[in-house]
């Protein structure tokens, strides 16, 4: 999704030359296109916000993403936003080698459409058994300035803002809820058996070579293993899958948390088994 030059009000990014990423090095989407980017070979100049201080709230950042999100593509002054989009524009600009084959097309974009459904889903349950709630929460100024900000996307009202504050509103109240982990463990199950049959035929996601969907699940895999879910129980084949990625370094490189946040979720994660509140004892799988 380019953003219109209108919808930019910080507007020194507009003379940026060259290609420009703005992201955050925990950030799903950010790990996810900066794989696309290390596989499609790619030079960029590397902009880190640093989202456990909320600078995505701050009006410099909210000046070119009015969505307050990570990742942002700058190429030649022209604003992108939304990564699986910024994955498609590459692709057209940066075609070798192929990570959206045309063939294919039409089913991987229908494909992405239905991984970032589930984007909410993989929010709520990393902030639930991956990332403490006392590092998760976002500041009350933060979404005050969010909530305040009048930017627009594509000459519009943002759709998306009120569904972006609803979830750290609640979130502030009362974290992720038991159905909340339910109901988002009981959605992935369905997807993830849709991708073990596939698997069972096919040495990747697509039914033919490899392509930008394997990066996308790759990502929410790595996510949902750190969280807990089971896949060497319940997609052995997913499993398997995710393992021979997880080994190349591109892949790698990207996905590996710091080790503050490492020795965080470990400690959030040994009360939760003293309790009897790990991913799997709430989601019931």
């Not at 009350?140 to 509103?169: H, T």
């Not at 009981?186 to 033919?208: D, I, M, N, R, V």
Request: contains cysteine; aromatic residues 12%; neutral net charge.
């Amino acid at each position: 999704m380019r953003l219109l030059d209108s919808d930019v009000t910080t507007k020194d990014v507009l003379g940026w030359q060259g290609l420009h990423l703005i992201h955050f090095q925990g950030s799903a989407c950010s790990q996810k296109t900066r794989i696309f980017l290390s596989l499609k070979g790619i030079d960029w100049q590397s902009h880190h916000l640093d989202l456990s201080r909320q600078q995505n709230y701050k009006p410099w950042f909210l000046g070119v993403n009015p969505r307050g999100l990570v990742p942002v593509l700058i190429h030649d002054g022209a604003v992108h936003i939304e990564s699986n989009d910024i994955m498609i524009y590459l692709e057209e600009k940066f075609p070798q080698p192929p990570l959206l084959p045309a063939e294919q097309h039409s089913d991987i974009l229908d494909a992405l459409r239905a991984e970032d459904d589930l984007h909410l889903n993989l929010r709520a349950l990393t902030m639930r058994f991956v990332i403490p709630k006392f590092l998760a929460q976002k500041k009350p100024y933060a979404l005050s300035a969010y909530e305040q900000s009048n930017g627009s996307v594509q000459g519009n009202a943002d759709s998306l803002k009120n569904i972006e504050l609803a979830f750290w509103q609640d979130f502030a109240k009362h974290g992720v809820t038991d159905q909340q982990v339910k109901e988002s463990a009981q959605a992935f199950k369905q997807t993830y058996s849709l991708l073990e049959q596939q698997l069972e035929q096919y040495p990747y996601l697509t039914g033919g070579g490899f392509s930008v969907l394997d990066i996308a699940w790759f990502i929410y895999t790595e996510r949902l293993t750190a969280a807990g879910y089971p896949f060497q129980r319940l997609h052995p084949k997913v499993f398997a899958w995710y393992q021979s990625l997880a080994a190349r370094p591109e892949f790698r490189k990207e996905v590996k948390a710091p080790a503050f946040l490492r020795l965080a979720t470990a400690v959030m994660q040994t009360v939760q088994r003293i309790k009897g509140t790990t991913f799997e004892q709430v989601a019931r799988l």
